[in-house]
C-alpha cells in the first residue's frame, strides 16, 4: 500500500478502507486522524466491509465504543471514538465491551496520543480534506506495522 493515497470522493475512501480491512488481523490496532468530516467513519465503513463483519457502521459518538461481531474471517472490528472518552483509552477495558480487545481489530477514531497506550503496534492513518474536497490518507505506521505496509 502507499504512504499517501488520493480519495476524491467517499466512494474512493469506502475502497480504501476496504483494502485497509482485508489486511487486518485480530489485535490489530488502527488510529485514524484528521479533522471533523474528514472521512474517519466513512473510512471505518470500508474497513468493516473489508473483514466482513455486520452491523451498520455509523459515528460511534454517542456509544463510546460499539462491536461489530465477525464474519467469516472471524475477527470482530471494535470501533471506537476517543473524543468522548476523554482521550482515556484505559476506559476501554472498563466498557465491558462483548468481545476480547486481543481477538479484534481495534479502530480508535481521535485516538492519535492516546490509544498508542494499548499497543506499540498500530498504524496512524491520517486524513485531510483540500480545499477542493478531495482527501489525502497518509499511512503512518509504528513498530509491527512497518513491516506490513
Ligand atoms: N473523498 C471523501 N471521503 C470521505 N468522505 C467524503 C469525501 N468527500 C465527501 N465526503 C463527506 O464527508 C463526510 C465525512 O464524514 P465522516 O463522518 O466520515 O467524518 P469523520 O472524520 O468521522 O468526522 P467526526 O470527527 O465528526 O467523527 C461525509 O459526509 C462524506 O459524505
Ligand atoms: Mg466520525
Known sequence: MAD????????DTVSFGE???????AG???????????GKTVLTRGIAAGLGVSGRVSSPTFVLARVHPAGARGVPLVHV??????GDLAQLDDLDLDTDLEASAVVVEWGEGSAERLS?????VR????DDDVRVATL?????WKERV
Open 140 to 144: 503512518e505506521p509504528h513498530g509491527s
Open 81 to 86: 471514538d476517543a473524543y468522548r472518552l476523554g
Open 4 to 11: 499517501q493515497v488520493t480519495l476524491p470522493a467517499e466512494a
Open 127 to 130: 486524513l485531510e480534506r483540500r
Open 120 to 124: 506499540s503496534d498500530y498504524l496512524v
Open 28 to 38: 490489530d490496532l488502527v488510529l485514524l486522524a484528521g479533522p471533523l468530516g474528514a
Open 19 to 25: 483494502s485497509l480491512g482485508r489486511q487486518l488481523r
